[in-house]
C-alpha cells in the first residue's frame, strides 16, 4: 500500500512539472514569428497535456530505482562518515563562496562562470578529504576540548563490535526475523568473498543449490532494505588464504568482530582460535519451551517412532516429543505427561506418556 501511495503522488507531481514544462516551452515557442497566433493556444494545449501524460507515465520509474539504489548505498555507509562528508561539503562550499567573490570581480565573461566552478571545487575538495580521512573531524573536536575540562560521566553506551555474516546464515533466512526483534547489536557486515560463494551457488546447475543460493540474495537484500540495523558488504579479503571459512576468522581476528553462522564445524574451529561466534542454532535451541518431568501438555502424534508402540509429535518450536505406548494414537491430540528430557547435539527431545484417552 505505501509503494502504490508513493507511486500516485510521484505521478501526480509529474503531472503538474511536466504539464507546467510543456506549457512554458510552447510559450517561449509562440514568440517566434514562424507561428501563427491564431495556433498559439492550440500549441499550448497540446504542449501541457504532452507533458503531463508523459510525467504520468515516466515520473515513478526516473525517480524510485534511483532513490531505491540511494538508500541502499546511504544503509550500508557508516553513520559517522556521512557526517564527516556532510560537514566536509559545507565546510568546502563556504570557502568556495568567500573565494568566489573576488574572482567574481574579473572582467566577462570570465567573472561570469569561474565564481560558479570555484565553489564547486572548493565543495568537492572539502568532500573528498573528509571522506579519505573521516578523522580528521574527530581529532579536531578532541583537540578544542579542553584538557581542564572534568572527566566526563559514565554512561551505558556501549560500542558493539561488528557481526561477519558467513553463507550458511545468510541461506538459511532466520537472521532477518532476528535482526527485526533487535536482539542482535552493532553492524553486519558481509565480505565480498561471502557474496561471491553465494552468487556461486545461486549460479550452480543443481536445482536444490541454485534455490538455496537465490533464496540467500532475496535474504541479503531484504535485510539491506529492511534491517533496523546497518548491513554492510567490504571487499576486504585475506589473499593468502583459500578456503572461505578461513578467510572469515582471519577478518574477524583483524577486526575484533564476531561470526554470525549456523555451521557447526566453522563453530568449532573459531571458537578453538578464540574468535566469538554467535550460532543461530544455538539461539534457537536456548529459546525453546521448557518442560520438566512431570509436567502435562497437549501434543498431535504425527507418526511412528523408531522403537515398538512409540509415537512422534512436535512442538510448535519443533522440539521432538517421543510418546511411550503412542503408536496407537497417530493422528489425534492427547494430553501426555512429561517422563524424561534428553539435551542431543541435534536439539532437546522430550519423552513422554498418555495419560488422557485420544481427543
Not at 544455538?282 to 515398538?308: C, D, M, R, W
Amino acid at each position: 500500500m505505501h509503494s502504490k501511495q508513493a507511486r500516485l503522488i510521484l505521478r501526480i507531481v509529474g503531472l503538474l512539472v511536466f504539464g507546467s514544462s510543456g506549457i512554458a516551452l510552447s510559450s517561449l515557442l509562440g514568440q517566434f514569428p514562424a507561428i501563427p497566433d491564431s495556433i498559439h493556444l492550440s500549441v499550448m494545449i497540446f504542449a501541457g497535456l504532452l507533458g503531463a501524460v508523459l510525467g504520468w507515465f515516466l515520473t515513478p520509474g526516473l525517480l524510485l530505482g534511483p532513490s531505491a539504489r540511494l538508500r541502499r548505498v546511504v544503509q550500508q555507509v557508516p553513520a559517522a562518515v556521512i557526517l564527516s562528508a556532510t560537514v566536509g561539503l559545507f565546510v568546502g562550499l563556504a570557502l568556495g563562496a568567500i573565494a568566489a567573490y573576488p574572482v567574481s570581480l574579473l572582467p566577462r565573461p570570465l567573472g561570469q562562470f569561474l565564481p560558479f566552478i570555484v565553489t564547486a571545487a572548493f565543495g568537492y575538495v572539502g568532500l573528498t578529504v573528509t571522506l579519505v580521512r573521516p578523522d580528521l573531524l574527530q581529532g579536531l573536536r578532541e583537540r578544542l576540548v579542553s584538557k581542564d575540562a572534568p572527566p566526563p560521566i559514565a554512561t551505558s553506551v556501549v560500542k558493539h563490535a561488528a557481526v561477519l555474516l558467513d553463507t550458511s546464515v545468510i541461506i538459511d533466512g532466520r537472521i532477518a526475523d532476528i535482526c527485526r526483534t533487535g536482539f542482535i547489536q552493532g553492524e553486519l557486515i558481509v565480505p565480498l568473498f561471502v557474496l561471491n560463494e553465494l552468487q556461486h551457488v545461486a549460479d550452480s546447475a543443481d536445482t536444490l543449490r541454485r534455490n538455496r543460493g537465490r533464496r540467500g540474495l532475496e535474504v541479503l537484500r531484504q535485510l539491506q532494505e529492511e534491517s533496523p540495523i546497518p548491513v554492510r558488504i567490504i571487499d576486504d579479503d585475506a589473499v593468502t588464504i583459500r578456503e572461505v571459512d578461513d578467510k572469515l576468522i582471519a577478518l574477524a581476528k583483524d577486526k575484533g568482530a564476531s561470526i554470525l553462522t549456523n555451521d557447526y564445524n566453522l563453530n568449532r574451529v573459531a571458537e578453538l582460535q578464540a574468535v566469538p561466534v554467535l550460532n543461530v542454532n544455538e539461539l534457537a535451541n536456548a529459546v525453546k519451551t521448557v518442560l520438566l518431568p512431570g509436567e502435562s501438555f497437549s501434543i498431535h502424534v504425527l507418526q511412528e517412532g523408531k522403537e515398538y508402540n512409540q509415537g512422534v509429535g512436535y512442538l510448535d518450536d519443533g522440539t521432538m516429543v517421543v510418546v511411550e505406548e503412542g503408536a496407537g494414537c497417530i493422528g489425534s491430540t492427547i494430553d501426555v505427561v512429561v517422563s524424561k528430557v534428553l539435551q542431543t547435539a541435534a536439539g532437546r527431545m522430550i519423552f513422554a506418556r498418555p495419560i488422557a484417552s485420544p481427543v
